[in-house]
């Protein structure tokens, strides 16, 4: 028997998708030789002002893609113009996001309804309103389509299938807590570090954006919302109907004064005048003997959800993180007072991708 045909769709193709891209080209030539593997056709990729498609659905090569991609003169299709071009492939498809885009992330129940499964790292679909995360999984529930959104959440480690599987295997989940940032990781973990004294702020936060750690404005990242939205999407999978990720309490670091300047450049240049602010902060701490980390945690029983600094024992795991690491850690009925922790790269185009590829890999052995 033929193995099944399975249509790809790609939208976005920036650090995420360059490296989903060719992750998906060795898992297509490593399926290829397997007669039990689906063949997987990759016949549509997108950014935002290119498309280049396979008319007839034969499958594109992923020899020069990229260039392939910047040079097309295909007609730019829109997302439902897209739609409409996988769903009617000659046999299952799925659509790969790999855009931060809002715009569309709302059209997931669309996409879900026509039976196209999503693969994403895109938060912004799942820690948007809660009608938008009731909408996806019941246009899915209906077609029989998958959503997968494990790089959602800590890049590619698994922290969304293990909440998924505390969950569906009957354990009660009581708390989750941990750092959700990589950027916010590296900061800390340079600024107050368990070992010497740590750089000034202002310099931490520039070298961060150097490095390429950080947003293109550092003030995405220093606002909270990332680790917000992190939270919103593991507080829900948890049970708890989070309206949004701003309607619980979340820290910004970014001093008052310079959340209207109008660069981040700008924002850069500024922000020396307050590393007195976070100096404080720090020697609040170590006079306790403890180290400040920028952590999330949810109260799964109180329903309480938050974001901001907290002082932490230099022995407790959140203090000892190192790099741009992650860190997430599940209390459980079943685990008791020694939580199930998942730790490790929390941030960056390989690991991300892996997550999306992992996320892809999952769909195809359940289509
Ligand atoms: P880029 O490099 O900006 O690429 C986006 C691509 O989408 C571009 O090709 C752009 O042309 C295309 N695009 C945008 N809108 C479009 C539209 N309407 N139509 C067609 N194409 C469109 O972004 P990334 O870095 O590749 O990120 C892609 C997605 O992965 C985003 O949703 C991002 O939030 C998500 N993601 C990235 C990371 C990461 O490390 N880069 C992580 C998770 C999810 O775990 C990581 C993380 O949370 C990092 C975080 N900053 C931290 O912890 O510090």
Same mark, same amino acid.
């Given at each position: 028997?033929a193995?099944k045909e399975?249509?790809?769709?790609?939208?976005g193709?920036g650090g995420?998708?360059?490296?989903?891209?060719?992750?998906?080209?060795s898992?297509?030539?490593?399926?290829?030789?397997?007669?039990?593997?689906?063949?997987i056709?990759?016949v549509?990729i997108s950014?935002?002002?290119?498309?280049?498609?396979?008319?007839?659905?034969?499958?594109?090569?992923f020899?020069?893609?990229?260039t392939?991609?910047?040079?097309?003169?295909?007609k730019?299709l829109?997302?439902?113009?897209?739609?409409?071009?996988?769903?009617a492939a000659?046999?299952?498809?799925?659509?790969v996001?790999n855009?931060s885009?809002q715009?569309i992330a709302d059209?997931?129940?669309?996409?879900?309804?026509?039976?196209?499964s999503?693969v994403?790292?895109?938060?912004k679909a799942f820690?948007g309103?809660?009608?938008?995360w009731q909408?996806?999984?019941?246009a %899915?529930? *209906?077609? +029989?389509?998958?959503v997968?959104?494990?790089?959602?959440v800590g890049? &590619? /480690?698994?922290v969304?299938?293990? $909440?998924?599987?505390l969950v569906?295997t009957?354990?009660?989940v009581?708390?989750?807590?941990?750092?959700?940032?990589?950027?916010m990781?590296?900061?800390?973990?340079?600024?107050?570090?368990l070992?010497?004294?740590g750089?000034?702020?202002?310099?931490e936060?520039?070298k %961060?954006k *150097?490095l +390429?750690?950080?947003?293109?404005?550092?003030?995405?990242d220093l606002? &909270? /919302?990332?680790?917000?939205?992190? $939270?919103?999407?593991?507080?829900r999978?948890?049970g708890l109907?989070?309206?949004?990720?701003t309607?619980?309490?979340?820290?910004?670091l970014?001093?008052?004064?310079?959340?209207s300047?109008a660069s981040?450049?700008e924002?850069?240049?500024?922000?020396?005048?307050?590393?007195?602010?976070?100096?404080e902060?720090?020697?609040?701490?170590?006079?306790?003997?403890?180290?400040v980390r920028?952590v999330?945690?949810?109260?799964v029983a109180?329903?309480?959800?938050k974001v901001?600094?907290?002082?932490f024992?230099?022995?407790?795991p959140?203090?000892?993180?190192?790099?741009?690491?992650?860190?997430i850690?599940?209390?459980?009925?079943r685990?008791?007072a020694?939580?199930?922790?998942?730790?490790?790269?929390g941030a960056?185009g390989?690991?991300?991708?892996?997550?999306?590829?992992?996320?892809?890999?999952?769909?195809l052995?359940?289509?």
């Amino acid at each position: 028997m033929a193995p099944k045909e399975v249509y790809i769709g790609v939208i976005g193709a920036g650090g995420v998708g360059k490296c989903f891209l060719s992750q998906l080209e060795s898992l297509s030539k490593r399926y290829a030789t397997n007669a039990s593997s689906p063949k997987i056709s990759l016949v549509f990729i997108s950014r935002s002002t290119k498309t280049l498609y396979s008319e007839k659905y034969t499958a594109l090569p992923f020899e020069n893609l990229s260039t392939k991609l910047a040079n097309s003169t295909q007609k730019h299709l829109s997302l439902t113009e897209a739609i409409g071009f996988l769903s009617a492939a000659p046999g299952k498809a799925i659509l790969v996001d790999n855009t931060s885009s809002q715009n569309i992330a709302d059209q997931y129940p669309q996409v879900l309804s026509k039976g196209i499964s999503i693969v994403t790292p895109n938060k912004k679909a799942f820690s948007g309103s809660y009608k938008l995360w009731q909408d996806i999984f019941s246009a %899915a529930a *209906e077609s +029989g389509a998958i959503v997968s959104h494990e790089s959602s959440v800590g890049a &590619g /480690l698994p922290v969304i299938s293990t $909440l998924n599987d505390l969950v569906n295997t009957g354990d009660e989940v009581t708390k989750i807590e941990g750092v959700f940032s990589g950027t916010m990781s590296f900061l800390f973990n340079s600024f107050a570090p368990l070992e010497g004294s740590g750089g000034k702020w202002s310099a931490e936060v520039m070298k %961060a954006k *150097e490095l +390429g750690y950080t947003e293109p404005d550092p003030r995405d990242d220093l606002n &909270g /919302l990332d680790v917000a939205r992190k $939270l919103t999407i593991l507080a829900r999978l948890a049970g708890l109907p989070i309206e949004s990720p701003t309607s619980f309490p979340v820290q910004s670091l970014i001093p008052k004064e310079l959340e209207s300047v109008a660069s981040g450049d700008e924002f850069l240049q500024k922000l020396p005048q307050f590393d007195s602010q976070m100096e404080e902060t720090k020697a609040a701490a170590e006079k306790e003997g403890k180290v400040v980390r920028f952590v999330g945690s949810i109260d799964v029983a109180k329903k309480e959800v938050k974001v901001g600094l907290e002082k932490f024992d230099r022995s407790h795991p959140i203090a000892a993180l190192k790099g741009s690491d992650n860190i997430i850690s599940f209390y459980t009925k079943r685990y008791g007072a020694n939580p199930l922790i998942v730790q490790g790269a929390g941030a960056g185009g390989e690991v991300t991708a892996m997550g999306v590829t992992s996320g892809l890999i999952h769909i195809l052995e359940r289509l």
